[in-house]
Structures are given as C-alpha cells and as structure tokens.
C-alpha cells in the first residue's frame, strides 16, 4: 500500500520559516519524480516546487529564492524549506509522487498539512 504522510504544517507569521516533510511508503522512491503542492480556499491546485529523480528542481515563479526542495533516499523521505512567509502562502499543502515511463503512469497524493500565515 502506498503512503505519502506530510507533517510540519502549522501556524507561522509572516517572515517566519516551516520545514515540511513528506515520508514515502510502498514504492520504489528513487525512481519517482516528487513534488509539493498546494491549494488555497477557492483555488486550483498549484504546483509549488518538483523534484526529478535525477534531484534537477523547479519552482513556481510566487516562490522562487524563499523556498527550497530536497530530498533523502535513504530516509525516502521529500522536504520543502519554506522562508519569508507570506499570508498568500496560506493553503493546504500535498506532497506528490509522480513516475511515468513508456505507458506506464503512476501518481500518488498525500493527505495534505495545512500551512497558515498570519499577517
């Protein structure tokens, strides 16, 4: 059974910093793509940064130089570091895994960490 748990979500005012993680189970996570995801109250669901297996990153233009993503193989294991808060951070944020190769597609959510900026 496949298992993403998020944790590290909470309440944070503006400026300040949250590390949220993202433990992997039952997949082969070296060969998954990683990515973090959030949705705010009436939004889409946006992509915040990804993560390849290769480690090459990109991230959403909102959070460029303030947050960071990482990830350990040997704890299976994504973080996103995030600095310099802002209200407009505020939403629920899912941790994803995503592996795709010929025709072959597999994609996993997490259940989701709420993160919540006061201004």
């Known amino acids: 059974q496949v298992q993403l748990v998020e944790s590290g979500g909470g309440l944070v005012q503006s400026g300040g910093s949250l590390r949220l993680s993202c433990a992997a189970s039952?997949?082969?996570?070296?060969?998954?793509?990683m990515g973090w995801y959030r949705q705010a109250p009436g939004k889409q669901r946006e992509l915040v940064a990804g993560?390849?297996?290769?480690?090459?990153?990109k991230y959403a233009d909102s959070v460029k130089d303030r947050f960071t993503i990482s990830r350990d193989s040997a704890k299976d294991s994504v973080y996103l570091q995030m600095n310099s808060l802002k209200p407009e951070d505020t939403a629920v944020y899912y941790c994803?895994?995503?592996?795709?190769?010929?025709?072959?597609?597999?994609?996993?959510w997490g259940q989701g960490t709420q993160v919540t900026v006061s201004p």
């Open positions: 993560i390849t297996r290769g480690r090459s990153t």
């Open positions: 039952g997949i082969t996570f070296g060969i998954y793509d």
């Open positions: 994803n895994a995503h592996y795709s190769a010929s025709k072959t597609e597999y994609d996993y």
